[in-house]
């Protein structure tokens, strides 16, 4: 069974820093991208950062280029998210998933990630 488990998510000040884990079971971690999306209320989902969990090649969407770091253990089959400036803006459940396809120009396509986590909340107070 596929599972993808996040954590590390909490209530942070404005400045402050917290890191997300996304732990993956279930399936052969370098055959796979995996991607961090968030979701603020009244919004749609969003791409943040996108990593192959092989070469560790990695894309950050532009609200998270100079202040996010994605990373990742093959031996422990975790990504992370390093995530630090918060801001209010950064507030939202942040969801990892995987894309069976890997590596590609398809990477920040939503529509192509096939399994997701159950999120976890980060709130950033000003």
């Known amino acids: 069974e596929v599972q993808l488990v996040e954590s590390g998510g909490g209530l942070v000040q404005a400045g402050g820093s917290l890191r997300l884990s996304c732990a993956a079971s279930?399936?052969?971690?370098?055959?796979?991208?995996i991607g961090w999306f968030r979701q603020a209320p009244g919004k749609e989902r969003e791409g943040v950062s996108y990593i192959a969990a092989s070469h560790g090649n990695t894309v950050y969407a532009d609200s998270a280029k100079g202040r996010f770091t994605i990373s990742r253990d093959r031996a422990k089959n975790t990504v992370h998210l390093r995530m630090n400036s918060l801001n209010p803006d950064d507030t939202g459940v942040y969801y990892c998933?995987?894309?069976?396809?890997?590596?590609?120009?398809?990477?920040?396509?939503?529509?192509?990630?096939?399994?997701w986590g159950q999120g976890t909340q980060v709130t950033v107070s000003s």
């Open positions: 279930g399936f052969t971690f370098d055959d796979y991208a």
């Open positions: 998933a995987a894309n069976l396809r890997g590596w590609g120009p398809w990477i920040q396509s939503i529509d192509g990630y096939d399994y």
